[in-house]
């Protein structure tokens, strides 16, 4: 197993996994927005989508279909992950063969 495949792969997901805490930190600083207002938040989540919206018993303010970064970003994390080990076994049976 080379050393920088590795490294980069390593770098990579970091990368990916920070991107992933800022956007999940953003999305409860979005909720967290609405109690003081007196609303509760409510979150739908559709496949890479998601609608956020805010009800306070008799009025509510309806939200916006928009792409759900945290989804989008952990498919990126398995899909990265997934290529390095089939790449990784394809060299290892090269090497064998």
Known sequence: MKLLPL???IVVNG???AFLVWVTGDCSYRAAYWKPEGFT???TRYPFFMITS???GSSSIGG???V????VLVVLLV???LVYA???LKSRNKASA
């Not at 759900?68 to 989804?71: K, L, N, R, S, V």
């Open 79 to 81: 899909a990265v992950d």
């Open 54 to 56: 805010a009800t306070n």
């Open 15 to 17: 990368v990916l996994l």
């Open 41 to 43: 938040p409510t979150l």
């Open 68 to 71: 759900d970064w945290q989804q």
């Open 86 to 88: 089939w790449s990784a």
């Open 7 to 9: 490294v980069e792969l």
């Open 64 to 66: 916006l279909l928009s």
